[in-house]
């Protein structure tokens, strides 16, 4: 089979930079067509340069990057250098990146590369706030049917909230751009915190990571240093939970996870539970279902597939 064509939505993030890097290292399964950025973890101006140092990280500068929407649709831009640094990438000691970003504007990147593809051929992977994906099906909305389906890392049911008591932090950054994507009608699988948790960078893999020995293992070893510290205190948990990569892997490997077809709506109008994303998990309503809920993960083969493909680099 030939590679599936996928684009990346991002907001680098040292778990963004993880899948990145796990795609990159998997040409035969996956064709990253290009990198669209937007503002999250951080502002786009770090996010859209932490793209480009990964990219060159990888041995990979000929990937076009393109940065997009810089703010929310309708909110204040709410960040996470509180999780991730004041660069979004602290940890490693990496170069400033030498291969340009694209002159082109990430939303309309999406939009003509769509335009110009076949029926439901194009993979996308939305990995940070859906700003860029909801502003490019507002704008041309024919466009969904290019799409094979999105595989995004966001929400929660059982996880409840990161960022707020019931809002994870993709969502909730802009919860008018989610309602938008999963209002389209097109195929969704959400690996949401309840999947993702379960992803643990325990001592014993971020040592397979580190014993890698080439540049790219050292530097996700020292990613995870850093942000672990976040979740050990918060969640009391063994390690960092690599959120973004369980989207790769996803695509690379489907039956390394398991979930529920089930309605999901996102909370926009009460500023208490903003963000929201309502999860029919036990089906108790008639909503008709809208997407793939990932609850569950073979930790073991999604670590092991993660450790062989970033050898690879």
Known sequence: MSPRKIIIDTDPGQDDAVAILLALASPDEIEVLGITCVAGNVPLELTSKNARIVCELAGHP???????????????????????????????????????????????????????????????????????????????????????EIVLMGGAYFEVGNITPTAEFNIYVDPQAADIVFKSGIPIVVMSLDVTHKALVTAPRNA?????GNAV??????????????DKEKYSSEGAPLHDPCVTAYVLNPDLFAGRHINVEIETQSELTMGMTVADWWRVTDRPANALFIQDIDADGFFALLTERLARL
């Open 62 to 148: 000929e990937v076009k990057v393109y940065a997009g929407c810089d703010r929310p649709l309708g909110r204040d831009l709410v960040t996470a250098e509180h999780v991730h640094g004041e660069t979004g990438l602290n940890g490693p000691v990496l170069p400033d990146p030498v291969m340009p970003l694209q002159d082109q504007h990430a939303v309309d990147y999406i939009i003509e590369t769509l335009r110009a593809a076949a029926p439901k051929s194009v993979t996308l992977c939305p990995l940070g706030p859906l700003t860029n994906i909801a502003t490019a099906l507002q704008r041309a909305p024919e466009i969904a049917d290019a799409v094979q």
């Open 208 to 212: 397979a990571f580190r014993n890698i």
């Open 217 to 230: 293992g050292i530097a996700v070893a020292e990613m995870t240093d850093f942000f672990e510290r976040f």
